[in-house]
């Protein structure tokens, strides 16, 4: 029995009904949950990994997790994705990508977005020319999503003269997740760099509700 079996079954039997419903309503009616609250899925997780120890195949165990419906199991994923992030390498790009073009929805590609090709492109920026580049250009809203915020967390080391070029590429997009990307990008940005945002937002045409978001903090 694999990993991924193995965890799957100690999550199936903390399955609580009542819960369940109320996060598939949460998400649309889009995905099963078995009903597990994010700090309880952690530590189950962590007791599990402490029995069972980490996974000797990372990409193969997240790969199988992230077959299963209930989405509590794509979140375990992550986790052992973030526990084992130091190890994650340039050549594991292809297969993180197709994490956040599958099964997708905002719960999952922001955390990848953020916390693990933010950690990649930080540490390999050439990572940006021969992938993220790509991505901004994509007709994959999450890759386009991906993209910008991938930089989500880097404060003063943010790429201003990267961030701003993509965001006016997607300004007059109509799609919802890009337009609140576009918001929350620059709302970020704005904590370190307040009066570079406000500049932008001034002398940009963006949606309203990339207007909105991204003057959240000016």
């Not at 099963?32 to 990994?49: A, H, M, V």
């Not at 915020?149 to 943010?158: E, I, R």
Request: hydrophobic letters at 40%; aromatic letters at 12%.
């Amino acid at each position: 029995m694999s990993f991924a079996i193995k965890l799957r079954d100690v999550f199936s039997k903390h399955a609580d009904l009542e819960k369940a419903i109320v996060m598939e309503k949460y998400m649309r009616d889009q995905f099963r949950f078995f009903g597990i609250k994010s700090p309880d899925r952690k530590e189950i997780t962590r007791q599990f990994l402490k029995q069972h120890g980490r996974p000797e195949h990372l990409s193969d165990t997240v790969l199988e997790l992230w077959t299963f419906e209930e989405r509590e199991l794509l979140y375990a994923a992550i986790d052992l994705l973030l526990l084992e992030k130091k190890k994650v390498g340039p050549s594991d790009i292809e297969w993180i990508k197709r994490l956040i073009i599958t099964n997708s929805w905002w719960d999952t590609a922001d955390l990848i977005a953020s916390n693990v090709i933010g950690h990649l492109v930080m540490k390999h920026p050439e990572l940006r020319r021969t992938y993220i580049d790509q991505w901004a250009d994509s007709d994959n809203i999450w890759l386009q999503r991906t993209a910008i915020l991938h930089q989500l967390k880097y404060k003063q080391k943010t790429d201003e003269a990267w961030l701003y070029p993509v965001i006016i590429k997607h300004s007059a997009s109509n799609e919802f997740f890009i337009q609140k990307a576009i918001g929350w990008a620059l709302r970020e940005y704005s904590k370190t760099n307040p009066e570079s945002v406000r500049t932008f937002i001034d002398n940009t045409e963006l949606s309203t509700l990339s207007r909105r978001e991204g003057s959240k903090y000016l």
